[in-house]
């Protein structure tokens, strides 16, 4: 993968420079048959440092008093504002140039304004081009300034003025017209794919920061796109494919993104090294004065020269890359795969800062190379991050297949637990069903047998009823008490054994049969035929899907309760039925003192009665279970102007339904 990534890098490094670096030959006199263009090295000369002109025809009488300095086709004069004039005599039939293109670059210059000397001394404008000149406004639509040159036959002069806020500098190049278009042509190609490389590692860096949420990525995503844009701003994409209305705003984007194309590799350093604590301090502490010197000078429209600050941070640049090289020497890993980039960078960038100055040549090397260098830093690191990514998922995918392997084990130690517990609850279980069943036998065969002597002590009580008249007050109402004891003896055991039938029939769905309710409630009050108390309203056909035997015990319970606790014998009992859609509602309505508010609610449950009338505890119980067997329910209202209504619901069915069903 590293063999891969170097040869993409070389391939980027090739595409960019060779047809660059092609105008960059040594001097020639005249273009060689197929040359397209010349290098102005020896011809070319500038107005002395500090010597101002204030008309061109000042500045052309200088030059041909030889006021001007020579310059190697190329000059480099440090930061400043003042106007710099340059001047040649050319001779194009010599040359075997007709017609020719004069480019004078960088992209970033202000305005480069170009006069011709014809005729002994009168100057033809050229015109003006730059970056604050709007393009339809200039002779040529290059990246760089250039001028159509059409001189008389004979040497002529050209003068030109550069006027710039940054740097200045300036390369000056003749072309053949074919080989002008065909080099803007390349030009275009070759920075427009450099801008796309650097918008999709803008992406990237987008979605890594988007995924990873760490503020080396946000660090890393600033750096990508303040070099990017500054790519974009000096070489001259930004002013010719926007449309500006104030190209002033065009040296402001620049010299920001200038800055901050230097501030965030500064503060990416310390992210990304071990440094000694001063350096770290230092290179942040530089890296964010850097941001906030570029906030407030955007925000004041004072923005400082970029130029001068670069120069101000060459230092920290020199130490950065004296601390790269002494970790490499050390071998840490980390800096030897990444450092060399950053190394290369930061010494092409000193490059770039001493051609501007006039240390070094100002050429296509010192405009270029640190931008190839630094695309080629931005892929490897690019890749850097990507890996890191990479590694870490692989090291955070290997850590979730751990931990799936402990929570699979996990699980199997609680399975086998689990497995084990619901043994042990199982046997529990069984022993609580076995002792329950014991239980109720035992209970089932102590209500039979409490019943007969029961019956037959209250029996033989009834019959001392005859002998009333003969027996004392005193002993005669003991035989009561004896006598309505003997009764609740009784009573418990119906409920008992009552109890313990409901249980086996519970356990058996196929016992319920299809029953018309009215008859069945007919029946029971047939069975207390002297019982004038107990009445039945008329009744509408309804029938129900219910088991008869648990249907009458539950029924058989509430008149019984009605008449014990109703006081029904005295005040009477009425059974009423209506019928809903899907329900069937037995009402049974007594006259007693009723069922307080706060006992509703508590007198199904078993054994609970009430305080005055103690019973078993264990006939409404028994109401509910069989109500809620047969998907229905039990409730108690109070009755006006006195006693309490138990309703028993039922599923019904009407005529039609359960003809059909």
Known sequence: MLTRTCCLLLFVCLWWVTPLASAAGPAAVALAPGQQTLSLAGQLQASAPGVAYASPEAALAGYRAGDFQPVPGHLGR?????????????????LGIE?????????????????????????????????????????????????????????????????????????????????????????????????AIGLTLVLVALGQYATQRK?????????????????????????????????????TLTSALAILSLAFPLLLITRLFDLRRWVHLVLAAWGWLLIGATALGVLFGSLQVPGLMHLLSS??????????????????????????????????????????????????VALYGWQVAGLCNLILLQWGFIDQVRRRNRHLE??????????????????????????????????????????????????????????VIKASLDSLRYLRDQIPAD????????????????????????????QDRLVDPALRERLELGGLLRELVAQYPHAGWLRIAPTSPCWVDADPALLKIALNNLVHNAERHGQGAAHGVEVRL????????????????????????????????????????????????????????????????????????????????AAAG
């Open 99 to 195: 017609p020719a293109v004069l480019e004078v670059g960088p992209a970033f210059l202000d305005r480069v304004t170009g006069w011709l000397a014809v005729d002994g001394g009168r100057l033809q404008p050229l015109g003006n081009a730059g970056d604050q000149v709007p393009p339809d406004q200039t002779p040529l639509r290059g990246l760089k300034p250039a001028f159509f040159v059409h001189p008389p036959h004979g040497p002529a002069t050209v003068l030109l003025r550069l006027d710039t806020t940054s740097t200045q500098v300036a390369m000056v190049t003749l072309h053949r017209l074919e080989g002008y278009l065909a080099r803007t042509a390349i030009e275009h190609l070759v920075l427009g794919g450099a801008l």
């Open 315 to 364: 230092p920290l640049l020199l130490a950065a890359a004296g601390v790269i090289v002494q970790q490499m020497l050390r071998g840490e890993r980390l800096v030897r795969r990444y450092g060399l980039p950053l190394l290369v960078l930061a010494l092409l960038s000193l490059h770039n800062l001493g051609a501007n100055l006039g240390w070094f040549s100002y050429g296509y």
């Open 475 to 502: 002993v005669a109402q003991r035989l009561a008490n004896m006598r309505q004891a003997s009764q609740r003896l009784i009573e418990l055991a119906n409920d008992l054994i009552r109890q313990d039938r409901l």
């Open 78 to 94: 440090g930061y400043g504002k003042a106007p710099v004039w340059l001047a040649l005599t050319l001779d194009l039939n010599a």
């Open 398 to 455: 290997a850590e979730r297949h751990a931990l799936n392997d402990q929570l699979s084990q996990q699980n199997q130690v609680l399975e086998a637990r689990v497995a084990d517990r619901t043994q042990e609850l199982q046997a529990a279980l069984t022993q609580v069903q076995q002792a329950e069943t014991r239980q109720r036998q035992l209970l089932s065969m102590a209500s039979h047998e409490f019943r007969t002597p029961s019956a």
């Open 578 to 657: 209506s019928v809903t859609p899907d329900q069937a509602h037995v009402a049974v309505a007594d006259r007693g003192p009723g069922v307080p508010q706060a006992d509703r609610d508590r007198i199904f449950e078993r054994y609970v009665s009430a305080a005055a009338d103690p019973g078993s505890g264990l006939g409404l119980p028994i109401v509910r279970d069989i109500a809620h067997t047969h998907g229905g329910g039990v409730a108690v209202h109070g009755a006006h102007p006195s006693g309490c209504v138990f309703v028993f619901s039922l599923p019904c069915r009407t005529r039609e339904n």
């Open 215 to 251: 503020p080396v990525y946000l660090l890393w995503l600033a750096y990508v796109g303040a070099t990017t844009g500054v790519w974009f701003c000096v070489d001259g994409l930004a002013y010719r494919h926007l449309p500006w209305r104030d190209l002033s705003q065009v040296n």
